[in-house]
T-cell receptor
Framework: EPEVTQTPSHQVTQMGQEVILRCVPI?????FYWYRQILGQKVEFLVS????????KSEIFDDQFSVERPDGSNFTLKIRSTKLEDSAMYFC??????????????FGDGTRLSIL | GESVGLHLPTLSVQEGDNSIINCAYS??????FIWYKQESGKGPQFIID?????DKRQGQRVTVLLNKTVKHLSLQIAATQPGDSAVYFC???????????FGAGTQVVVTP
């Protein structure tokens, strides 16, 4: 069964450094998402991406965050200057073989980001 | 804003019994609902979904019930097995881009 893959599984970074989290969504999906989960808290929406542009973003997704789909398979989340509070599990998800209508989002196993 | 909550943080169930996990949501405009299962060290795994024009949907050993009048969603697992031990999340969306709002999660513990 097709799945969403994320790399690395664990990333340790010094505060203030840039970090790029990578995702390969399911190949025929049209919608892409990033979520995060701080330890012990709910999964929170960060951003959705469709047709090569951001379709929606949360207040968490400030100017330090960016997303990119540099080719037909990868979807990346960049944090320009990491802060301690960015430490969390980051999940990528994808959905949608149709252009409209809600469809199930399938998640990767996440990247644990630890900021020192 | 949306408030998605789960009634019980932990549910202990005997192997072979049925499990019921509940979820309340606050936004009456919510139109798509998903249940996810999350095992330790893994991402949320899709179980079943339901749209607002339905009251009930069944899958393999799982049933989702939606009561829009009281804004309540439940997941029933029949004949619970040890492999069902996990955290279960409900998630809802109100927009066509699919932004999901997750509940806090219920830990299901299956005892022999």
């Amino acid at each position: 069964e097709p799945e969403v893959t994320q790399t690395p599984s664990h990333q340790v970074t010094q505060m203030g450094q840039e970090v790029i989290l990578r995702c390969v969504p399911i190949s025929n999906h049209l919608y892409f998402y990033w979520y995060r989960q701080i330890l012990g808290q709910k999964v929170e929406f960060l951003v959705s991406f469709y047709n090569n542009e951001i379709s929606e973003k949360s207040e968490i997704f400030d100017d330090q965050f960016s997303v990119e789909r540099p080719d037909g398979s990868n979807f990346t989340l960049k944090i320009r200057s990491t802060k301690l509070e960015d430490s969390a599990m980051y999940f990528c998800a994808s959905s949608g073989i149709r252009d409209r209508g809600n469809q199930p989002q399938h998640f990767g196993d996440g990247t644990r980001l630890s900021i020192l | 804003g949306e408030s998605v909550g789960l009634h019980l943080p932990t549910l202990s169930v005997q192997e072979g019994d049925n499990s019921i996990i509940n979820c309340a949501y606050s936004n009456s405009a919510s139109d798509y609902f998903i249940w996810y299962k999350q095992e330790s060290g893994k991402g949320p795994q899709f179980i079943i979904d339901i749209r607002s024009n339905m009251d009930k949907r069944q899958g393999q050993r799982v049933t989702v019930l939606l009561n829009k009048t009281v804004k309540h969603l439940s997941l029933q697992i029949a004949a619970t097995q040890p492999g069902d031990s996990a955290v279960y999340f409900c998630a809802v969306t109100t927009d066509s881009w699919g932004k999901l709002q997750f509940g806090a999660g219920t830990q299901v513990v299956v005892t022999p």
